[in-house]
């Protein structure tokens, strides 16, 4: 790195525009704008020339549809009484495990999980029905609160996942196989989720409330059967990717269109409920499009900044193992996670983790699920965890008692982040047998 | 002709939207316009997604039917560039683009009004800076008639000029916000917006 004190110009201004609450697409731009002026050759007048051309191009994206869809897709879903199927339709089955009920939180965070790609909604919508059911139950409230908030940064992890398509589009790995990467790891950390509660409820026995009465198979059944449709419309949007049959965008119109049927049968889509869904999932995308037109140009500025090339060979002048690598990229994600959304955390860190990661020689496919993971982490962490500020907003609990009861669960997602890197396979051997062309 | 446009092209934009978001800030009849202005822009980004799934629903139902239709991705990737430029001022107005609030969260009173107004008058900048240089890239494109590279051969002013309206609107939008807070509108609690963004 050469220019010290241009270097130091440029993070600074990164930090301030950030800290000091500019909204973040345009702190990207800000942050780009001045690199360029700092580092790049040529007319001033040429940044801007530049600048739209990479917005153009980066927003004018045929992979990017992929990710309005399926915002489209949970907002539907999200307003349909999905909430309430699932709790009553899981409940009956939960019954003989040791943890009973809880575990309907963390099942039923994993079958959203995988019609939403976001986490918030998923809290949301699971917690909207178990919560006081739970609580009427008399449930240790410390396990209702926990589970909740950590199973549902599956949201993050199970495809759909709207991080993963930007992670895609940032670093240009196909969607497909973001998506079915995802899968494994997540049941994964579901069933570590589940084993907790099953270990915590058999060392501490008296603290369960009783078992519900036994019911017979076939009203278990009756009251499941209105989840079908929808591990139906999972299977079909997820087994249509994996088997070569559609990308993941045309999986996505499958999904929309699903999610129309199902709720029209449902009796839950009206007028009201599609527009307002639509706006929803209009608002979402843009949001998330401002943050990626300002990541595209402030990837171009880096490139003129040779921060990325220098930090990689910085980084590899340690001779660092790839452990060490990853051990080290763990504790500075979960950090910035403490102050930025998760997708920020990507899109600003991309330009420069990619070359240093790479020249490790750790795959793309792995970073992006070992990144969410990671980034799934800091939602449940202090002082900036969206999962805790939803919590707090549906049961007024303190984020520092949500904080808390969450850490458990933090402490098992450390565990799967070390799973996943001492046996790359979880991750790596679905997208590697996956069918046909992944687009 | 087409040099006049290129050389004051951008500028006459900017003027024009700085002009009109002033006029919005300071008299009701302006900023009704205005308001109404956003949310027609959002109607269209929305209107822009249905036709995205719309295109790729005939993209599907083409290919199963073997007819080839030339450029329906680019069209797709079109759509979704107009949906989202048309809604980033609708989006900004219901407060779910994204910020960190960790900072400007736990200021209250004036020390909150001026992180606010420090906010907007970057943003401000920003989206000035980019409404010119969308403005710009439809008149270049125009100029040169540029085609898309892809086998839809659209003469890319069409759907950049789709970009450039929506970057004018957001600079508006910012602008007008802006002047909103000079003159001591509410600002609200962002840490609720912050989480209505993911919420939603």
Known sequence: MEHILATAVFLGVLL?????????????????????????????????????????????????????LFIWMGEILFR????????????????????RLLHTNIIGCTIFAAISGSSAATVATVGKMSIPELRARKYPEDLVIGTLSGAGTLGLLIPPSIILIVYGVTVNQSISKLFIAGVVPGIVLASLFMAYVIGWSLLRPGRMPPAEPRRPFGEKLGQSLYLIPVLLLIAGVLGSIYGGIATATEAAVFGVAGALGLSAVQGSLSRETFRESLLGATRTSAMIALILAGAAFLTLAMGFTGLPRGLASWIAGFN?????LILALTVF??????????????????????????????????????????????????????????????????????????????????FAVFLIVVFPDIVMFLPDSMAGPAG | MADFILDYGPLAAVLAAGGFALSAGLTLPAARFAAGLYRICGAAGACFLVLIGLLILLEIGSRAAAVYVPGLKAYAGYSMAASAFFAFAYTFGHRAHIRMSAIIGRLTGRARRIAEIWCLAA??????????????????????????????????????????????????CVLHRFVDVLRGADIGDQRSADVMATAE
């Open chain 1, 16 to 68: 301030f525009l950030l800290g000091s609450g500019v909204w973040v697409g345009f702190s990207l731009i800000g942050v780009a704008f001045t690199g360029m002026v700092l580092f790049a050759p040529g007319a001033f007048g040429q940044i801007g020339d530049r600048m739209m051309t990479v917005i153009w191009s980066s927003s004018a994206s045929w992979t990017l549809t992929a990710l309005p």
């Open chain 1, 80 to 99: 349909t009484r999905l909430s309430e199927d699932l709790f009553k339709g899981l409940a009956p089955w939960m019954s003989r495990l040791p943890g």
């Open chain 1, 320 to 324: 660092l193992s790839k452990y060490e």
């Open chain 1, 333 to 414: 994600y979960i950090l910035l996670g403490c102050f930025l959304d998760g997708i920020s955390a990507v899109v600003l860190t991309m330009a420069i983790v990619e070359p240093m990661i790479l020249q490790a020689g750790i795959d793309l496919i792995w970073f992006g699920i070992f990144l969410v993971v990671v980034v799934e982490m800091a939602q449940i962490t202090p002082p900036i965890g969206f999962n805790l500020f939803v919590l707090q907003g549906m049961t007024g609990h303190n984020i520092g008692y949500i904080a808390k009861v969450s850490l458990p669960l933090f402490l098992v997602m450390v």
């Open chain 2, 123 to 172: 943003s401000s900048f920003v989206t000035g800076f980019v409404c010119w240089y969308a403005v710009k890239l439809v008149a270049v494109s125009w100029d040169l008639e540029d085609v898309s590279e892809s086998t839809d051969r659209m003469l890319l002013w069409i759907p950049q000029t789709a970009v450039a309206a929506g970057a004018t609107v957001l600079f508006v």
